[in-house]
């Protein structure tokens, strides 16, 4: 499965972005979808994540009410829309599939490439 993530760019805190996930060849519709980040210097951490559903998800503390994760299987995309946008969320933002299994964890198969998001104050 290749992933393609796109959407990232440069926004001032308090502003939003929606990132965007799209597969070629693969229906993503038969995966979990998932949302990482990683700053420089750091690890790549959990943001969010979508059951094949679309109904159950799971997000990450820092973005509970900031972040939206969701899904379009007719389009065979996965969003997510990133609102408050705080300098904290500066991250080369990455997405991720695997079937089945915990939403929350790290260990998912296939990668995209990442997407930059820089929040200036």
């Known amino acids: 499965v290749q992933l393609q993530a796109s959407g990232g760019g440069l926004v001032q805190a308090g502003g939003s972005l929606r990132l965007t996930c799209t597969s070629s060849g693969r229906l993503l519709s038969a995966f979990n979808m998932a949302w990482f980040r990683q700053a420089p210097g750091e690890e790549r951490k959990f943001v969010a994540a979508i059951h094949t559903s679309g109904v159950r998800k799971s997000y990450e503390d820092s973005v509970t009410g900031r972040f939206t994760i969701s899904r379009d299987n007719v389009k065979n995309e996965v969003y997510l829309q990133m609102n408050s946008l705080e300098r904290e969320d500066t991250a080369m933002y990455y997405c991720?599939?695997?079937?089945?299994?915990?939403?929350?964890?790290?260990?998912?198969?296939?990668w995209g490439q990442g997407t930059q998001v820089t929040v200036s104050s």
């Open positions: 991720a599939a695997k079937s089945g299994g915990t939403l929350r964890t790290t260990s998912y198969t296939y």
